[in-house]
């Protein structure tokens, strides 16, 4: 089996035959056999499969539609067709399975588990920070003192150095 000629080789000729097939799907008048049966039933509705099948094409006496796989997902080949298919889609969109449900909590559980990674992280920065700062006021206040005891002593009075409980003048030791 070769390439089929019933089709347009262009990108946007293909797209334009889903939104055509789209339309028509909408509009209750599908040219697809098995579409219009189901359109007599009242059991037609607009999902990918659908889609696929009427923006197919009649070949050798057979109605054949194109791959789903083409507009059957977000990452597809024609995104726009499949964000009108399920926009449109209200059965689907409102249906939630347990799956669905499930992948959305484990995908909110691992955006949570990596705020709160960064939170952790950017505390322990920030209590770090704080230790030096309380540091840095220590060793201020710790200065301010030593100016200040100078300052209360005699100005005519050696400076000491204290050795355990023994006090050396500078003028003694020379």
């Known amino acids: 089996m070769g390439k089929r000629k019933d089709l347009p080789a262009s990108f946007e ?4 035959r889903f939104f055509e097939a789209i339309n028509r799907i909408k509009d209750g008048n599908p040219v697809c056999p098995a579409l219009i049966k189901k359109a007599k039933l009242g059991k037609l509705r607009l999902t990918v499969s659908a889609v696929a099948l009427e923006a197919g094409n009649l ?3 057979e109605w054949i539609g194109l791959s789903r796989t083409q507009i059957g997902h977000a990452n597809c080949r024609y995104p726009k067709v499949y964000a009108l298919i399920s926009g449109s889609d209200e059965d689907r969109s409102s249906r939630r399975d347990l799956r669905t449900i499930n992948q959305g909590l ?7 588990e990596q705020k709160l990674k960064l939170a952790l992280s950017e505390m322990g920065a920030m209590a ?3 230790e030096s700062h309380e540091k840095g006021v ?3 206040l710790d200065e301010i003192a030593r100016v200040r005891s100078r300052g209360e002593r005699h100005a005519n009075t050696m400076p000491t150095t204290k050795i355990g409980k023994n006090v050396i003048s500078i003028k003694d030791s020379s």
Do not use: T
Not at 13 to 16: A, D, W
Not at 107 to 112: I, M, V
């Open 13 to 16: 000729g293909m797209e334009k």
């Open 59 to 61: 070949l050798d006496g």
């Open 106 to 112: 484990r995908e909110q559980n691992q955006d949570l």
């Open 128 to 130: 770090r920070r704080m």
């Open 138 to 140: 220590q060793d201020k």
